[in-house]
């Protein structure tokens, strides 16, 4: 086959793989190997009409998964004459073998389609929650479980997911930080290029990749209130030095795509935002792909109040760079009119078009629209054993040990009774969590089931549900208690369902929801007055405020298990019982109340630090101003001790790095994987600087008593920032000293400084 000079035709519509043919006809396009990108690009919208170009900048949904107001779809005979470019939604097989053979063969210009889908953690092998995810602290794996996921999308037809989602949040009350990689600009910087890479594979045309989208641009995780679709109002320096930097690594990744925001930023909606969309995005980081808009915001430009009609809202959104109008039909319907009268040129029409093509071009699908896509490859790539088992080392690898008081974990496997109490420990749908693509409860492996299959054969292990996830029925309370006094060890799973985190899902409180907190305290009561230890299983998609739990001695070990799933309640046996030895950290810090929401690590310091002992600094008169938990958090069954950090050079001049080392012992008498966090602090500079920026990690593997050292290189981009006096916000490197602080948290670690001799901007 000749892959540059190939037309796919296919003669027969059937449930059967197309049969592909090489040879040209009138309704197909050609990709001619003596042809640029642009010049294919060229030749193609030269030939397409204004409603043809107008629907190629429109996307239709299968109605599978509404996430706002439902709309008037577009179907076959949209296809057909051209007034649809993309749909979201619609996957199988021979389902989209059928629709692209639409497309190519009855459309006046054969151009294919675009298929998205929402696949944020696996499609039908679910991996933990990318928050969960996070927490592993480990890239490889990320980009391997977005692999993973492309892999059966693709199979299904997908060649475009809307992920990642590379906002950060620092606000646990936001549900969609759920979907994120937490609080930390520079961690969420490695994890956008690993599932970009992981999703886009190392050829993008390959029939088992899809085109990733980042997502949401930008400051999404900024939403006042930590309220889902609600304005931010940020600083220029904040937007870049905070925001902005996850994107521009999924830009450098080589991203296909991108999705604005439904937020403001100092008032103006990120869908019509002409400076974020066209001026950073396209001019300053030179982005020629594709930005799609998100689920009817450009008809919600009305709701905003920028724009007082549709026509209206589609020409500022189309004006500020955004190509592709999800769902709302604005383009297609509204914009015709606006052209012909001259309110709207055509030439940013033009420009959109170009882009749009220009990604189905790299993705392949002029030469394959079809993309080997075959019933019998569908099954052969999904939900394989192979899969499984990746979700499963995803989600223990992901799970975080919060507390473990008189090491009563790991559990002995020869408990001769055993509870498993809670409304989450046979709940498998909650394993999901949510934006499950379409993964099958049925398919999903509960707490219960995981530990029933993780203990002896002699081992009696019984289930009571005690309440809801959020209800105030009391009535299983009693039935909880009884089994928690007839057993020599409980597990009593708690947390959030699938609903309660993600897009929509906003939380005033972070407290565990419904009566869960009353359950807990009459399951710990029973157990305590046998003495039977009582392990908590958190299975939720944020931050919460545990701190009852946390103090009570009664519960002496707490696993922050997450949603980890389609393999998740076999991956809490393997923590529970020692066959996988904890090594998470939090990567979005817990508050102690919701009150200190937003909470992170990296804030400034402000006039008045806080202090104990004067009342008048920044503190609360009721809580301490501490985290519960810091970022960077996490607990092992083993112990690891820092010592010996040195620099290789105290003083440094312009653009010289410094070489930071340290020795990490395993204090313990278990093998475990330790995550070294190395830290830095601008002590002073021209405006203020966080207290700490992360700025690297190592994840080593240890035995007892082994020590390792590790060393870790701080560049001078490790040290810049957006200076008081640079108008163009250009980035500096300031002369004076740094901290470096290298450790197992946040909040754990030792130091040492170093001073820069000399002022200089980046890249001179």
Request: charged share 20%.
């Given at each position: 086959m ?11 519509l059937?449930?059967f ?8 006809s ?6 001619n190997?003596?042809?640029?990108e ?5 030749a ?5 009409t204004?409603e ?7 996307q239709?949904?299968?109605r599978?998964?509404?996430t706002?107001?439902d709309?008037?779809?577009?179907g076959?005979e949209?296809?057909?004459?051209g ?5 979201l939604?619609?996957y199988?097989?021979d ?34 929650t990318?928050?969960a995810?996070?927490?592993?602290w ?9 692999r993973?996921a492309?892999e059966?999308a ?8 809307f ?5 950060i949040?620092?606000d ?11 609080e930390d600009?520079?961690l969420g ?24 989208c980042?997502?949401h641009f ?6 006042e209130?930590?309220r ?5 109002d940020i600083?220029?320096?904040t937007l870049?030095?905070t925001?902005l930097?996850p994107?521009?690594?999924?830009v450098?990744?080589?991203?296909g ?5 439904f ?6 909606p990120s869908t019509c ?8 995005l ?5 982005f020629?792909?594709?930005m799609?808009?998100d689920y009817?915001?450009i008809l ?5 109040g920028?724009a ?8 500022l ?6 190509d592709?109008d999800?769902?709302?039909?604005i383009y297609i319907?509204d ?7 001259g ?5 940013f029409?033009d420009?959109a ?6 990604v189905?071009y790299?993705l392949g ?5 079809y ?11 999904t939900l ?13 690898e ?5 507390k473990?008081?008189g ?14 109490i809670?409304p ?8 999901l ?18 530990v029933?299959n ?8 019984r289930f009571?549900?005690?309440?809801d996830?959020n209800?105030?029925d009391r ?5 909880a ?12 799973a ?5 609903h309660m ?26 157990a305590?007055a046998?003495g039977?230890p ?8 944020r931050?919460l405020?545990?701190g009852?739990l ?11 298990a997450?949603?980890?799933?389609t393999?998740?309640g076999?991956?809490v ?19 102690r109340v919701?009150g ?5 690590y990296?804030h400034?310091?402000?006039?008045r630090p806080p ?7 920044s503190?609360?008169l009721?809580?301490?101003w501490?985290p519960?938990?810091p970022f960077g958090?996490?607990?092992s ?6 010592s010996?950090?040195?620099l290789?050079k ?7 790095d410094v070489?930071v ?5 395993n204090?313990?008498?278990r ?14 500079a021209?405006v203020?600087r966080?207290v700490r ?11 007892p008593?082994?020590?390792?050292t ?6 001078p ?7 008081l ?7 500096v ?6 901290k470096v ?12 400084r ?6 200089y901007r980046?890249?001179e």
């Amino acid at each position: 086959m000749t892959s540059r000079l190939s037309c796919f035709r296919s003669f027969k519509l059937s449930f059967f793989p197309l049969l592909v043919f090489l040879f040209s006809s009138a309704g197909s396009v050609c990709v001619n190997a003596q042809q640029t990108e642009e010049q294919f690009i060229n030749a193609l919208l030269g030939k397409m009409t204004l409603e043809e170009k107008l629907g190629q900048l429109t996307q239709y949904t299968g109605r599978s998964a509404v996430t706002g107001p439902d709309v008037q779809q577009g179907g076959e005979e949209q296809i057909t004459s051209g007034q649809v470019g993309s749909f979201l939604n619609i996957y199988g097989a021979d389902t989209v073998l059928r629709l692209q053979h639409i497309a190519v063969e009855k459309s006046r210009l054969g151009i294919p389609l675009l298929f998205g889908h929402d696949v944020i953690h696996g499609f039908r092998t679910i991996f933990p929650t990318p928050l969960a995810e996070s927490c592993a602290w480990n890239p490889s794996l990320a980009e391997r479980d977005a692999r993973i996921a492309a892999e059966e999308a693709s199979a299904a037809g997908i060649n475009w997911t809307f992920a990642p989602m590379v906002d950060i949040a620092r606000d646990a009350r936001w549900g969609r930080i759920v979907e994120g990689a937490g609080e930390d600009t520079w961690l969420g910087a490695v994890f956008a290029k690993a599932r970009v890479h992981g999703f886009q594979g190392e050829d993008l045309r390959a029939s088992d990749s899809v085109m990733a989208c980042a997502k949401h641009f930008t400051a999404y995780g900024a939403a006042e209130a930590g309220r889902d679709y609600n304005i931010a109002d940020i600083s220029e320096r904040t937007l870049r030095e905070t925001y902005l930097p996850p994107f521009k690594a999924a830009v450098d990744a080589g991203v296909g795509s991108f999705m604005a925001s439904f937020n403001e930023i100092a008032g103006v909606p990120s869908t019509c935002n002409k400076y974020l969309l066209t001026d950073v995005l396209r001019k300053q980081w030179h982005f020629d792909g594709l930005m799609v808009s998100d689920y009817t915001a450009i008809l919600e430009l009305i709701h905003h109040g920028v724009a007082a009609t549709r026509t209206d809202a589609g020409i500022l959104a189309l004006e500020a760079g955004m190509d592709m109008d999800m769902v709302s039909g604005i383009y297609i319907k509204d914009l015709p009119a606006a052209i012909k009268d001259g309110r709207l040129p055509s030439e940013f029409v033009d420009k959109a078009v170009r882009r749009v093509l220009r990604v189905k071009y790299r993705l392949g699908l002029f030469d394959n629209p079809y993309r080997q896509l075959s019933a019998a490859r569908e099954r052969q790539n999904t939900l394989t054993d192979a899969h499984r088992a990746a979700a499963r080392e995803a989600a223990r690898e992901s799970m975080v040990l919060l507390k473990n008081d008189g090491a009563v974990l790991p559990l002995s496997k020869s408990i001769a009774k055993l509870a498993v109490i809670g409304p989450l420990a046979d709940n498998p749908s909650a394993m999901l969590g949510s934006w499950a693509a379409v993964g099958k409860p049925s398919e999903a492996m509960s707490i219960y089931a995981g530990v029933r299959n993780g203990v002896s054969k002699n081992t009696n292990v019984r289930f009571a549900k005690g309440c809801d996830v959020n209800s105030d029925d009391r009535s299983g309370f009693d039935e909880a208690v009884a089994l928690a006094k007839d057993s020599d060890c409980i597990i009593l799973a708690l947390g959030e369902d699938e609903h309660m985190s993600g897009e929509a899902a906003s939380r005033a409180s972070l407290d565990l929801p419904g009566v869960q907190n009353e359950l807990a305290r009459a399951v710990l009561s029973a157990a305590a007055a046998t003495g039977k230890p009582v392990v908590v299983v958190l299975v939720n998609g944020r931050p919460l405020t545990i701190g009852e739990l946390v103090a009570d001695a009664r519960a002496p070990a707490i696993l922050e298990a997450w949603q980890g799933g389609t393999e998740a309640g076999h991956a809490v046996a393997d923590v529970l019982f020692g066959d996988y030895n904890p090594s998470g950290k939090l990567t979005a810090t817990f508050p102690r109340v919701v009150g200190q929401e937003p909470l992170y690590y990296n804030h400034k310091n402000t006039g008045r630090p806080p202090n104990e002992n004067d009342k008048y600094t920044s503190k609360f008169l009721d809580v301490h101003w501490t985290p519960l938990f810091p970022f960077g958090y996490g607990l092992s069954y083993t112990t690891f001790a820092y010592s010996g950090l040195k620099l290789d050079k105290t003083e440094i001049g312009a653009n010289k790095d410094v070489i930071v080392t340290v020795n990490v012992t395993n204090t313990g008498n278990r093998a475990g994987a330790e995550v070294a966090q190395l830290y830095i602090q601008d002590e002073v500079a021209s405006v203020t600087r966080p207290v700490r920026e992360l700025r690297g990690f190592q994840k080593i593997y240890l035995k007892p008593g082994e020590v390792k050292t590790i060393s870790f290189t701080l560049a001078p981009d490790d040290l810049a920032f957006y200076n008081l006096y640079n108008l163009n916000m250009r980035r500096v490197v300031e002369a004076g000293w740094f901290k470096v602080y290298v450790g197992t948290s946040s909040a754990d670690t030792t130091e040492a400084r170093f001073r820069v001799t000399a002022s200089y901007r980046m890249g001179e």
